[in-house]
Nanobody
Framework: QVQLVESGGGLVQAGGSLRLSCAASGSIFSINAMGWYRQVPGKQRELVAAIITSGNTTNYANSVKGRFAISRDNAKNTVYLQMNSLKPEDTAVYYC???????????????WGQGTQVTVSS
């Protein structure tokens, strides 16, 4: 009953910026945390950034610290990822993730979006 939809991916040259959005909709009771992961073919999906509702705590992969920023609009159940100083190695499919509880009381630790492609050219 819950859906995560990513948007904002595309093609950008190295050094450029991109802003990803992920909107959660459906029978949501609460969201404990939201985050962004990325994956390239043949590799494991990796955490890029996460934000925890309690305390608004953020966490970033070392490779993106100082370049990416995660934020949330709780009223819209939306999480954003501002990506600056993009590098070719940032090229991947970016997935939105949420730890949420539905109105029916079901806890989903890993609720995933369908992903959005980010391609950085050199």
């Amino acid at each position: 009953q819950v859906q995560l939809v990513e948007s904002g991916g595309g093609l950008v040259q190295a050094g450029g910026s991109l802003r990803l959005s992920c909107a959660a909709s459906g029978s949501i009771f609460s969201i404990n945390a939201m985050g962004w992961y990325r994956q390239v073919p043949g590799k494991q999906r990796e955490l890029v950034a996460a934000i925890i509702t309690s305390g608004n705590t953020t966490n970033y992969a070392n490779s993106v610290k100082g370049r990416f920023a995660i934020s949330r609009d709780n009223a819209k159940n939306t999480v954003y990822l501002q990506m600056n100083s993009l590098k070719p190695e940032d090229t991947a499919v970016y997935y939105c993730n949420a730890d949420l509880t539905t109105l029916g009381g079901t806890r989903y630790v890993n609720c995933w979006g369908q992903g959005t492609q980010v391609t950085v050219s050199s």
